[in-house]
């Protein structure tokens, strides 16, 4: 699941677009076809279903398989983790809960938990709910006892009781209210101290306030036999199988399965475009809470927002061991798009092409790829600083290279000559410079330009 530095980029990204489209300019004829490349010709991807709302129109576009191994062909129905993106689910239950006057943004979580639980203070203040939401509760992103026995499946083992001890037990690095650093601790603990006050299960209060509301009806957490033959298959860097992700302890950070039409009626209700009793809670989680990483984004109750000249694009995303996903919408101009992988592919940037215009960015450009030796390989591997707090590390594994930048996920990257190396999931590419003793001491990411990166292993 991202970091908040994946989702300042992701943002920060749209607001260097010099535009963003209106309605009824997208030609979804073209990004299915776009997208039918990028499981033909890539190596990373697998399956995509996306989902784009154009004013008034909508369609969903599926495309690839749901498991590389056999030939069963995604559609509208097939469920993906979708990872981080159930903290808005999360949100949203909040305001619903506010909004109906059951608890208040501004209550204490302790208030929420059982006694002989307490919650870490600073400077006699306490974490209040809204801290929570907003990522600005001063608490990491995992808890220091996390500490999973099957890195296939993280969270599988992390129990209640951990939670509470770590919780009354943690000293707080910062002031609570200020900074914002990306939780899944503190989304978690939200959802669960919700269900608490709800008197149920987080999976039973998700579906009775917002699922059956919406009519999502194939949206959840526990698989039923029925949805078995509709549940996708997640795939590693490498494009092999991966487990599935159970959160026992923390689901509302990232335990939703979802598919492409119930997540396109979740994106309609987020704009407006749909008539439910939810409106207001919705409004609530886009309203602006606290600012987020700079002076033009901002967070609402689990939401993304970046201001730009266009309006507000309202984001998140998300993602699992085998899965990626991405959420978007501008309600100024009605377009929305939702785009679901079953792989390691890029799904923020595909949405952010729907969401700009870019759509031939979607394209998977094949480009000939020569051959390294391990030695060859291996001399291009560190750490290399792009900025303060911002660093791309490549790797070497079974005779390939990955890079992985700060708060991303690893990707493959392959060679088109001994310093020139492209991505197959993204539009970019690095290349490898020398120093006169013939190491190399630098690199340059030509993404939107030329970011030059000194090696600082």
């Known amino acids: 699941m991202p970091k908040l530095t994946k989702l300042v980029a992701l943002t920060s990204s749209l607001l260097l677009c010099s535009s963003l489209l209106s309605a009824a300019n997208i030609d979804t004829k073209l990004i299915e076809q776009h997208l039918q490349t990028r499981v033909s010709e890539g190596s990373v991807g697998v399956g995509l279903v996306v989902a784009v709302v154009d004013g008034k129109q909508d369609k969903i576009i599926a495309v690839g398989k749901a498991n590389k191994t056999n030939s069963m062909a995604l559609n509208k129905s097939s469920l993906f983790e979708i990872g981080s993106i ?21 209550d204490p979580v302790s208030k929420y938990l059982p006694k002989g639980v307490s919650m870490p203070t600073r400077n006699d203040k306490q974490i209040t709910l809204l801290h929570l939401a907003t990522h600005t509760s001063g608490l990491p992103r995992l808890p220091t006892d996390f500490k999973p026995k099957d890195m296939t499946n993280p969270y599988a083992d992390y129990s209640v009781d ?49 699922l059956k509301i919406l009519g999502m009806d194939n949206t ?21 199988p991966t487990p599935h ?16 039409a119930d997540m396109l009626i979740f994106l309609k209700a987020n704009m407006g475009l749909l008539d439910s009793p939810l409106a207001a809670a919705i409004d609530l989680t886009h309203k602006f809470q606290h600012s987020f990483g700079n002076d033009t984004l901002s967070i609402g109750l689990n939401w993304i927002i970046a201001n730009t000249p266009a309006g507000d694009v309202i984001v998140h995303d998300g993602g699992t061991g085998g899965y990626r996903s991405f959420i978007g919408f501008n309600k100024t101009s009605n377009l929305g798009v939702v785009v679901l992988a079953n792989s390691q592919d890029a799904p923020d940037a595909i949405g952010q092409a729907v969401l700009t215009g870019k759509i031939d960015s979607i394209k998977m450009v094949v480009t000939e790829e020569v051959t390294l030796s391990k030695q060859e390989l291996t001399a291009l591997t560190g750490d290399y600083q792009l900025a303060p707090n911002f660093i ?19 990707l493959p990257i392959f060679a088109k000559s001994k310093n020139e190396f492209f991505y197959k999931a993204v539009k970019a590419s690095f290349t490898f410079n020398k120093n006169k003793e013939g190491k190399v001491d630098s690199l340059v990411l030509h993404q939107n330009g030329n970011h030059p990166a000194k090696r600082i292993d």
Request: hydrophobic content about 35%.
């Open 245 to 260: 992700w159970d959160f026992p302890t923390l689901p509302g950070a990232g335990a939703l399965r979802s598919s492409g």
């Open 392 to 410: 791309i590390t490549i790797s070497e594994a079974g005779g390939r290279l990955f890079a992985q930048a700060t708060g991303q996920q690893k």
């Open 86 to 106: 159930s903290k808005t689910f999360t949100g949203l239950l909040l305001a619903d809960m506010v909004i109906k006057g059951e608890l208040n943004l501004d």
């Open 220 to 240: 959840t957490i526990t698989i039923s036999a029925a949805q078995q033959k509709q549940l996708t298959t997640g795939h590693d860097v490498s494009g092999n």
């Open 162 to 210: 951990m939670m509470y001890d770590f919780l009354s037990n943690y000293h707080l690095p910062r002031d609570i209210g200020q900074t914002p650093e990306y939780s899944n601790l503190g989304v978690g603990l939200l959802g669960h101290v919700l269900a608490l006050k709800a008197g149920k299960s987080y999976e039973d209060l998700v579906k009775e306030r917002i």
